[in-house]
């Protein structure tokens, strides 16, 4: 494979010369981990004359309940974005409504929220952990509020105990943005099983497993499930048709008995799925043992290294994000300048929503109101991390960051 060959010879380049030079392949920022197993899977779909959502997506959320330990119902979406606004829609949120959510998030977050037409209100994050400041949600939370959405960053899960107490003393749903968090674990319990209302996990090209786009809620309520999988796709509810059709002449009935969405998940995508969620614990323990690498190679450096889980707990290692001190000898920026010319593709997650002209008018947000999330956003450089990353293009992503930090 291509994407397999850049790195090998990225690999020589730093056996052969230890120099690579922007004349050489680049070390990418992130690379999914297709084998011949997925290729297989989605050839054999491809031939089967079945291409949309059909038995590989039921079987992928199958798989996915049984993932993460049963007791909740899957749903296969085309995105998390779109699963966060199909969770928020079953709960019934909309139009007047207030949703808690992160100033440090992605955009999708905050999005699926406005699409509902509910409000974002969005908190501050904890400086050690870079997730929502728990202490904050209590402080702006109104009788318009009706949900709390918890992102857990780089996969560190979200104090979900504080979080799920919150919610319970004010009558609030609470749906996780679990797009890092596969696998992650929250006081032994594993994100997706029923630790919240909702779940919801994306399998965008970048995150810890993929189907290239694609996503994944987990729903506590088999009745809030069967809502979502109605308003997944046009608000189709084909049991009622067959309730008033005759028996046996009903293949081509439905009725729309919601304002539903084209948020399917189609099964080229799922039998990709099936077969990266298999994988998915071997990924993690590859990441999980880079991340043990990274930690040791830069604690002599003037930067702060990732938070790690409580003891016992598995943080998912999606994205390794260090933050520079204000005494190293370089800017956040000017870091990322040389990484790239020494051929290391470096990232920042993220770009908060209160530094974006959209979020800023229409959320009337600004810097002040968020001082954590925008000092970590100063400081901070998501270094490459994925599965296939071999132990000496990582030696060479160090060394590159060494030069430009000690
Ligand atoms: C990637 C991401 C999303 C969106 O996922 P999609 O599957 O691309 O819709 C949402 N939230 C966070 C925190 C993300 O990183």
Redesign the pocket.
């Known amino acids: 494979m291509n994407s397999r060959r850049l790195i090998d010879s990225a690999e020589i380049n730093v056996a052969e010369d230890e120099i690579l030079t922007p004349r050489h392949q680049k070390v990418p920022f992130s690379l999914p981990d297709i084998g011949q197993q997925e290729i297989d899977a989605v050839v054999e779909c491809l031939r089967s004359g079945w291409l949309t959502t059909g038995s590989r997506c039921v079987a992928f959320e199958q798989d996915f309940t049984r993932f993460v330990g049963g007791d909740v119902e899957s749903l296969a979406v085309s995105?998390?974005?779109?699963g966060?606004e199909i969770a928020l829609a079953a709960f019934g949120i909309g139009e007047g409504d207030e949703v808690i959510t992160s100033d440090f998030?992605?955009s999708?977050?905050a999005m699926s929220i406005v699409h509902v037409g509910a409000k974002p209100v969005l908190a501050d994050i904890d400086p050690s952990t870079l997730n929502i400041d728990i202490a904050k949600i209590e402080s702006l939370i109104t009788p318009r509020t009706k949900a709390i959405i918890p992102?857990h960053y780089a996969g560190l899960a979200c104090d979900m105990t504080a979080i799920g107490d919150i919610a319970r003393r004010h009558g609030l749903r609470v749906i996780e943005?679990a797009?890092?968090a596969l696998p992650t674990t929250w006081n032994g319990r594993i994100i997706g099983n029923a630790t919240s209302d909702a779940s919801v996990f994306?399998?965008?090209a970048t995150?810890t497993i993929t189907t290239g786009?694609?996503?994944m809620i987990t729903f506590a309520d088999p009745a809030v499930a069967k809502r979502a999988r109605t308003l997944r796709l046009h608000g189709i509810d084909r049991d009622i048709f067959a309730r008033y059709s005759a028996a046996g002449s009903n293949s081509w009935g439905y009725e729309i008995v919601a304002r539903g969405y084209k948020s399917n998940l189609t099964d080229i995508a799922a039998a990709l799925g099936i077969v990266q969620l298999k994988r998915a614990w071997d990924f993690y323990k590859r990441r999980s043992a880079l991340v043990d690498i990274y930690d040791a190679a830069l604690a002599e450096l003037p930067i702060v290294r990732p938070p790690r889980a409580p003891s016992g707990d598995v943080h998912a290692s999606h994205l390794y994000a260090i933050r520079l001190n204000s005494d190293a000898a370089i800017s956040r920026d000017a870091f990322i300048v040389g990484m790239a010319e020494a051929g290391v593709n470096c990232s920042v997650?993220f770009i908060p929503l209160h530094r974006h002209s959209y979020w800023r008018s229409s959320l009337g947000v600004s810097a002040g109101m968020f001082p954590h999330s925008q000092q970590a956003f100063e400081q901070l450089v998501t270094l490459p991390l994925f599965n296939s990353m071999t132990d000496s293009v990582q030696a060479y992503v160090i060394e590159a960051a060494r030069r430009l930090l000690a």
């Open positions: 995105s998390c974005t779109a966060l998030t992605f999708a977050t992102v943005d797009a890092h994306s399998f965008y995150k786009e694609g996503g997650h």
